[in-house]
């Protein structure tokens, strides 16, 4: 593997589990160069370049971003914690202070979600 930071045999791993891992790596790869070329274009005095390093952040961006939703297309609870949280307008720990609310309020209204577990 091209990481070697699994913490268990590989041949006791499925490979769902390392096609995860797979991704989960790639996304932190990827942060990681989005975090290098701001900095770089934060730091540099010459407009080109800096140009060039926020293109290049961006499309680091654009990665980020496509491996993200396959880890959302591929766990669900993932897909469920995204749905829940992204693009909402609402502060972010209200949406867990309500939800959380509406499970005090009684059975009727668990707050768990829905449990279509269409996805794996």
């Known amino acids: 593997m091209s990481s070697e930071s699994l913490h268990e045999p590989i041949e006791q791993i499925s490979?769902?589990?390392?096609d995860m891992h797979r991704a989960i790596v790639s996304v932190k790869e990827?942060?990681?160069?989005?975090?290098?070329?701001?900095?770089?274009?934060?730091?540099?005095?010459?407009?080109?370049?800096?140009?060039?390093?926020?293109?290049?952040?961006?499309?680091?961006?654009?990665?980020?971003?496509m491996v993200l939703e396959w880890i959302r297309r591929h766990h669900v609870h993932f897909d469920q914690m995204m749905r829940k949280y992204l693009f909402s307008e609402s502060p972010i720990v209200d949406i867990e202070h309500a939800e959380k609310a509406g499970a005090a309020a009684g059975p009727e209204t668990l707050g768990i979600g829905s449990l279509n577990l269409k996805r794996r």
């Open 15 to 18: 490979e769902e589990t390392i």
């Open 30 to 65: 990827e942060l990681d160069a989005i975090d290098w070329y701001r900095q770089r274009a934060d730091a540099s005095t010459d407009e080109q370049l800096k140009d060039i390093l926020l293109h290049n952040m961006n499309e680091e961006i654009e990665h980020a971003v």
